[in-house]
């Protein structure tokens, strides 16, 4: 590959990471193949449409496809530049499973060549990309790898963790800085002279086991300073005070900044990496186990709040405000706020009505429990307690005069204004006759 030339590029998993970035590196005018075991998604991509929600994708997909610089397909090609961002779930143990980041690995190794550049963007275990290339040294004899021959390797393998925010991903995507570890100095820089293609963000290289750390570290660092204020919420509901006093209160200090408390952590990154370091190094980390602990509990907690609640008031309509695992998007994949409203649902049936405008409908969980789903309106005009799960701006800006008779439980803190909304078991529930 000539610096000069735009690369070819191949992208293994279309998923929220692999879609949205083949999609701006197509937009930087990169020819990329976008490749997926899923013929569906491949045959949504090639109409130019998107099986994901992420602002402003469409447009973007739409526009590279009509320009023919995105394709898709179930089956690889040479390319210059191979990109893997394909799933690390961990099994039931908390284990991290990398078995499709081989998977991409044995997918690519017969069209390697001379030259190209294998990137790993996969959160992984610290390690994996020497064992990715380790794999492909074993599947081709005939290509120097690097790190395992004193020649220049005819290869270059990188790990470069993506670090994007749903619901900001494009923006994010060309704006975050990247880390770009290298299994040598020179796979670095080539992987390097990619990125600089299309992210304007500040691009550092490094080794690729740092690299792999680094994102894990970002997000345990997260997960555990939300631990802090999910166990904050927790002591304070002990104590009778409002967290959010509290928080705003302490936060006005120069040097604290405490995070927001919710019903728990969700989604497919902050609950999962923290357990890949956990597992690299059990006895080390007592801190980070903790906090995942604490988060996973303060969705039981919630869970137990807000079933004494219903219990205390049988006659109530119920309406639980979001599913999705954090606000704005559709995503529902290990939701706390899901968690919660289906234990509601299946203990409460038709007492319990569930507001979600990013669901069409209402996941499977909830078949046969009597639950149903309404709108935001129907539930202000209709429901006696309201208990807000996700911060949707949709929710958060009702007016304090449509919810004002209402008893809340709002774990997000979106209605500072509420009158009763904190000490709503001890509240006067004005049930409509
Ligand atoms: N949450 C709280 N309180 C807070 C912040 C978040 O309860 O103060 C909850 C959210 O409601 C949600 C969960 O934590 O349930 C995670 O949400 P998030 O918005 O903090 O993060 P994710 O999972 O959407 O994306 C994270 C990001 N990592 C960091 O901010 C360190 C993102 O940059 C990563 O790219 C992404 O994980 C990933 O793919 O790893």
Not at 183 to 207: H, I, Q, S
Request: proline fraction near 6%; hydrophobic fraction near 45%; charge should be negative.
């Amino acid at each position: 590959m000539k610096s000069d030339t735009k690369p070819a590029v191949c992208v293994v998993g279309l998923g929220y990471i692999g879609l949205p970035t083949a999609a701006v590196i197509a937009r930087a005018g990169c020819k990329v193949l976008g490749l997926d075991v899923s013929q569906k998604v491949v045959d949504t991509i090639n109409r130019g449409e998107i099986h994901i929600e992420e602002v402003d994708l469409d447009g973007l997909v739409h526009g590279v496809v009509a320009r023919g610089l995105l394709s898709a397909s179930t089956e690889v090609a040479p390319a210059d530049v191979f990109v893997i961002a394909v799933p690390t779930p961990f099994d039931k143990d908390h284990a991290p499973d990398i078995s499709y980041v081989l998977s991409a690995g044995r997918t690519i190794a017969p069209v390697l060549k001379q030259g190209d550049v294998v990137i790993l963007e996969s959160t992984s275990p610290v390690g994996t990309t020497e064992q990715l290339r380790d794999l492909l040294a074993e599947l081709r004899p005939d290509l120097k790898v690097p790190g395992r021959t004193a020649e220049i390797p005819d290869i270059s393998i990188a790990y470069c963790p993506e670090r994007v925010l749903p619901g900001r991903i494009l923006e994010e995507l060309t704006n975050n800085d990247r880390s770009i570890g290298g299994v040598t100095p020179r796979c670095a820089r080539k992987a390097l002279a990619f990125y600089k293609r299309f992210v304007r963000g500040e691009c550092v290289t490094t080794d690729a086991r740092s690299a792999e750390m680094t994102k894990l570290v970002e997000n345990a660092y997260r997960d555990v300073n939300i631990a802090f204020a999910n166990e904050l919420s927790i002591v304070s509901d002990t104590m009778g005070l409002d967290v959010w006093e509290v928080i705003r209160l302490a936060n006005r200090h120069p040097r604290v900044n405490i995070l927001s408390p919710g019903p728990g952590v969700g989604g497919h990154c902050i609950a999962v990496d923290p357990w890949f370091i956990v597992h690299g190094a059990p006895e080390q980390t007592p801190l980070i186990r903790t906090a995942r602990g604490v988060n996973d509990g303060k969705m039981h907690h919630v869970v137990a709040r807000a079933e004494a609640l219903v219990e205390a008031h049988p006659k109530a309509k119920v309406a639980c405000l979001g599913l999705a695992f954090k606000a704005n998007i559709d995503d529902f994949r290990e939701s706390p706020a899901r968690f919660v409203a289906s234990r509601l649902a299946r203990k409460f049936g038709s007492q319990i009505h569930i507001v979600e405008p990013y669901a069409a409908q209402l996941p499977i969980e909830f078949t046969d429990t009597g639950a149903t789903q309404i709108d935001i309106d129907d539930a202000l005009e209709t429901c006696d307690i309201l208990i807000v799960l996700v911060d949707h701006d949709v929710f958060r800006v009702v007016p304090l005069a449509e919810r004002a008779e209402k008893l809340v439980y709002d774990t997000r803190g979106i209605w500072p204004d509420q009158p009763q909304a904190v000490r709503e078991q001890e509240a006067a529930l004005r049930l409509a006759s």
